[in-house]
């Protein structure tokens, strides 16, 4: 077995790639850029090495510079994580030539299956049915256009050497596959260094399900079942979930054994996975193959108890696997929530800053449930705008599906993270939606459900009241603590009351609180009441309660007149008053919002790629204003209403900040 392997690769993969090589006793060399020099995977790794500037097409995909810090540590293999290098022949094959071992598939396997152009080429020749398209190159704007009517719109808009919903765009008009394509060929470019797109029918209503597969050197190839991935957000995976709640017994064996005859028919070996889109007829279309690690490895790993990263390094060892396909059961449920560094407040845009706050929940194994966090960012550190925008990737595995549902809804109301925008409270969301409950989503799911964005959750009124009640007995807790402040003027001593008004969620809800040494009990106008206990204390940003006997965890921030309560999506500022501060306060006016109509402003800290039109310039509804570049994503801003530019203050490669102001119009 190697001695020294180096990662090429940095946050939280670099991270998880370190953890099973120090179980297996193997050293570690870690590569970064000047964004990552206090990196959590560089504190982890035994060694590091510095290899250039923040851009990753100056640093983490340069092949000259990794295989320096590899000749510079003498590390004997070199393991991709995802993205980046990870499907670069080009590496692969230098790497071979150098003779160190890469912990992947070979290089002729990754040029046949890492370029979707060429593996749909070979699915349909090995007799793999494959969603309709173009599988030729296309020179410009005009071709893809041409291309998108002949298939027929919706098509989809790709990247050959794409992945993570970079370089990928649905087109439904000639419009958005021109600027389809000019956006994904910019983003393919940046991201992958490779410019070359394809276009494919998009087949609506589908869902995603992808195959795990594992060969050796040896002639052994299994399947590790499936993971259902069909939340998604802009063809970014949010939510994955193995098995699929979808899939029967006898489509699951016939996915898995075609996913490894298109492995073997390519010498494939390593992980890998095979990605089908599914229609609601259990039909299914070879998509594509990642010869690589795929992010959502962990929901594997927890329901067949296999460590994919170990036995990446073991079959480049040589060792052949230990287990057959009949060996690999499925043993209960899991779950995995992507933490992502974007705001759903402002349509999911990304946002970048330092982590004031991250605390994530205890990470804990037992028969009855798993909670597992692969991170790789720590309080304090930068998330850069550099880079991917993932934090963390949270799961959970329980025996059931639903235990792994709640299982979830707990660990992500006790996921603590400040200082940057984040999309906990719509993971949140999704966890309580009647059509996730019920597994019957498909990759339309964020667009169908949340067709306005997302605004946060209104609690029903059950849950509403639990948090009221909440409320109410901490609020007493804070209360009484003002009231034993030393130093007081004689005469002045203040008197708790038991009469309250919790104005929530646009009501008002009078209560009456009795409390004793164990608990309160608070009562509510129409005679319910609920019993509320903690051991909570005035300061503390998490809140574990029981209300009748049911624990419920509440994020809890101080704020005037209130507390600001966090809880499943919900982001709720409430107001304890007295009755008779609650009659003055109905009487305040209401402070409204500055209009900012006639400014476009910039919606997340980013780089202005484009400015689409000039001063004097009469734009229309829907058009293009400018473009915005952040951790490797293209945004077109375009214009709500007609109107004239009457000023432009922003310019082609300035870096702005959040609501800062591109142009103004008359």
Known sequence: MFKKILIANRGEIACRVIKSARKMGIQTVAVYSDADRNALHVQMADEAVHIGPPPANQSYIVIDKVMDAIRQTGAEAVHPGYGFLSENMKFAAALEKEGVIFVGPPSPAIEAMGDKITSKKIAMEAGVSTVPGYMGLIADADEAVKISRQIGYPVMIKASAGGGGKGMRIAWSDEEARDGFQSSKNEAASSFGDDRIFIEKFVTQPRHIEIQVLADKHGNCVYLHERECSIQRRNQKVIEEAPSPFLDAATRKAMGEQACALARAVGYTSAGTVEFIVDGQKNFYFLEMNTRLQVEHPVTELITGVDLVEQMIRVAGGEPLPFAQDDLTINGWAIESRLYAEDPYRNFLPSIGRLTRYRPPVEAA?????????????????????????????????????????????????????????????????????????????????????????????????????????????????????????????????????????????????VRIAADRDGATVHFADGAAHRVTSDWTPGQSLARLEVDGEPVVLKVDKIPAGQRIRTRGADLKVYLRTPRQAELARLMPEKLPPDTSKFLLCPMPGLIVKISVEEGQEVQEGQALATVEAMKMENILRAEKKGVVRKINAAAGASLRVDDVIMEFE
């Open 366 to 510: 037992t028969a009855t449930g798993v909670v597992r966090n692969d991170t790789g960012v720590y309080e304090g550190g930068e998330i850069s705008m550099y880079y991917d925008p993932m934090i963390a990737k949270l799961c959970t595995w329980a025996p059931t599906r639903a235990e792994a549902i709640e299982g979830m809804r707990n660990a992500l109301d006790t996921f603590e993270v400040e200082g940057i925008g984040h999309n906990l409270p719509f993971c949140s969301a999704v966890m309580d939606h009647p059509r996730f409950v019920e597994g019957a989503m498909t990759t339309a799911f964020i667009a169908e459900e949340f067709p306005d964005g997302f605004s946060g959750v209104t609690l029903t009124e059950g849950r509403l009241r639990k948090v009221a009640a909440c409320a109410a007995a901490m609020n007493r807790v804070a209360e009484i603590r003002r009231t034993r402040i030393s130093g007081r003027l004689g005469n002045h001593e203040r008197h708790v009351g038991d009469d309250w008004v919790v104005a929530i969620q646009g009501e008002e809800i009078a």
